[in-house]
């Protein structure tokens, strides 16, 4: 046993009960050795609970956020396969068109649900509305993108709130 080391506490040999006293060379080093006190217990538990308060809504939020990415992505690919169709029938409306008026497209991680309205022959209006856990997203409830490429997201109301 070394005595200097203060991280040890019990010496090598066993005593049989708790209670029964060290020998007399280690007695006043058994007096040096404790363990953690209700108190110091405490502390640490109620740090650690601070730090979780902060950490978890933050990461909800960070969740929510990048869910919005889904949106778009379905959003960009949705108007992508309308452009394809009006460079090749010179019409969003086409029969051959892969997308129709009405139709509505689910995104690729299942976030958003796409809801295709074609105005016209050259023209159409994509929204994207939040699905699942990502409906708590309160601060984009809509994205909308249009065939001139202006993006913006609506209220449910339907008032624009942001035009990019």
């Known amino acids: 046993m070394n005595p200097r080391n203060p991280c040890y506490c019990f ?8 209670n029964s ?6 007695g006043k080093y058994f007096l040096k050795c404790r363990g953690f006190t209700l108190i110091e217990l405490m502390v640490a538990v109620a740090i650690l609970g601070i730090i979780v308060g902060i950490a978890i809504p933050s990461y909800q939020q960070y969740v929510l956020e990048s869910g919005r990415a889904d949106g778009k992505a379905a959003l960009f690919g949705a108007a992508q396969t309308l452009e394809r169709c009006y460079t090749r ?17 689910e995104s690729e991680e299942g976030k958003y649900e796409v809801a295709v309205s074609i105005d016209s022959a050259t023209a159409f209006t994509l929204t994207a509305t939040p699905t699942g856990a990502q409906t708590k997203d309160k601060e984009c409830p809509q994205l909308t993108l249009d065939h001139t490429g202006a993006r913006g997201v609506e209220d449910d109301s339907g008032d624009d709130v942001v035009d990019e």
């Open 11 to 18: 010496p090598r040999r066993r005593f049989l009960f708790w």
């Open 89 to 105: 029938y010179s019409s969003y409306s086409a029969d051959q068109c892969a997308i129709g008026d009405g139709d509505t497209i």
């Open 21 to 26: 006293p060290a020998p007399a060379s280690q």
